[in-house]
């Protein structure tokens, strides 16, 4: 039930604006007679006439259907579907790829402003912006969940919906996946499945994968698929989680060995470690130091012991990342941490026990500004500083970004 408005505005009233500054999740911001509308679809400085798609109190969202006043960084959207009303998978492909970088490292800043607590002057310092990967804006994703609907046709979802469009390509995925029989123009239904996971790994494998009510069944291609990163050859499910930018993996591992630097003799922490991306990189550097990685999801266990067994020195302990530290099933002192939490974040109490453990360095690999945000604010609080800051645009024409910062305690 659409909650009460106090906007003035009405669903699906179409109304003339101004758009200002990028806001989290795609959107601009605009007023209409002093109050908040979030605009997809529109850039700053445009003036666009927006449909209004939802009300809530204090505030609406909108799609911009028609533009008035065209920003110089428009373009027209490669895709068919990236539309108001058609796939809310790309946000961003009316923008051109260098402002898109713009745009996201505004809304890390802002997100730093309002949730960190940082000031002007702190983010000044960090230098915020995005980088690029290699490669162009489309054919990169390298995993493609598609949505079924009840004619057992396969595509994307809308915008904060459930409801699925059917599509012919998604231009975003990559080349392989493309060219994978599953969409309706393939003639392809799936009567029986809820979703279909498809996947091109960097080692070549092309699988498919079918889910009814949450459960797996091949249907084409390996079941375990090989994926190449940090100069080791990784194998995994192919519905199991890795970075979906072919050179994703590389550019974190990267950057991660490049804030911490870590030492021969160092001890060390993966948490929330996957199938052991940082726990490999971080033991070639240690050495005989022990690192320990921590994951709960039972694949990534599983793909951590698998991909690790020629590492005797690392540990995978199966926990959720809270109750190892709450359960001293993890225990400092520790020298380095990586810590890559899911979108929600890591929260307050595991930043605090990681505080108590006393590491020299703590790297924090993010996928949500918002949550890294609230994470700083804890660190901060604590007397830790955020002392580097890098961004990289894992995820073009999207409005998703990642991070990777730099955590140091006060100077003892």
């Not at 806001?23 to 666009?48: I, K, N, S, T, Y």
């Not at 911009?64 to 895709?79: I, Q």
């Not at 590389?250 to 948490?271: H, K, N, Q, S, Y």
């Not at 926990?319 to 001293?328: K, N």
């Amino acid at each position: 039930m659409t909650a009460p408005d106090r906007t003035g505005l009405e669903e699906a009233q179409r109304v003339e604006l101004t758009v200002d500054a990028v806001a989290p999740g795609g959107h601009c911001v605009a007023r209409v007679d002093g109050q908040v509308v979030f605009v997809r679809h529109a850039l700053p400085g445009e003036r666009v006439v927006a449909e209004v798609t939802e009300l809530h109190r204090g505030f609406a969202r909108a799609d911009a259907v028609e533009v008035l006043t065209a920003s110089a960084d428009r373009v027209e959207p490669p895709c068919p579907y990236a539309k108001p009303g058609r796939c809310g998978g790309c946000d961003l492909q009316h923008v051109t790829p260098a402002a898109q970088l713009h745009w996201k490292a505004a809304v890390v800043r802002e997100q730093l402003t309002r949730l960190g607590g940082l000031t002007d002057d702190q983010i000044d310092a960090l230098g915020v912006r995005v980088e690029p990967l290699p490669g162009g804006p489309l054919g990169w994703r390298s995993r493609v969940r598609y949505a079924v609907d009840a004619a057992g046709r396969a595509g994307l979802l809308k915008h904060r919906s459930h409801e699925v469009v059917p599509i012919d390509r998604c231009l975003i995925a990559h080349p392989a996946i493309q060219d994978l029989p599953v969409l309706t123009p393939s003639g392809t239904r799936w009567p029986e499945a809820d979703a279909i996971e498809t996947v091109g790994s960097t080692g070549g494998d092309v699988s498919v994968v079918a889910f009814a009510e949450g459960a797996p069944t091949p249907v084409s291609g390996p079941a375990e698929v090989r994926e190449v990163a940090a100069g080791r050859d990784w194998t995994l499910p192919a519905s199991g989680f890795w970075q979906v930018h072919p050179a994703a993996a590389d550019t974190l591992v990267g950057a991660v060995l490049d804030l911490l630097d870590p030492r021969p003799g160092e001890t060390a922490w993966d948490l929330y470690g996957g199938a052991g991306l940082f726990a490999a990189a971080l033991a070639g550097r240690v050495r005989d130091a022990r690192v320990t990685l921590v994951e709960s999801s039972q694949d990534g266990v599983d793909a951590a012991r698998a991909n690790l067994a020629d590492l005797p020195r690392v540990e995978v302990v199966a926990a959720r990342v809270e109750t190892a530290l709450a359960r001293r099933r993890v225990t400092g002192p520790v020298d380095l941490v990586v810590l890559d939490p899911p979108r929600s974040g890591a929260g307050a109490p595991v930043v605090r026990d990681i505080v108590a453990a006393g590491p020299r360095a703590v790297a924090y690999v993010a996928c949500d500004p918002a949550a890294f945000a609230r994470d700083v604010r804890t660190f901060t609080g604590a007397g830790w500083r955020l002392a580097a800051l890098r961004g990289f645009d894992l995820f073009p024409m999207t409005q998703h970004v990642e991070l990777v910062g730099l955590f140091l305690p006060p100077a003892r």
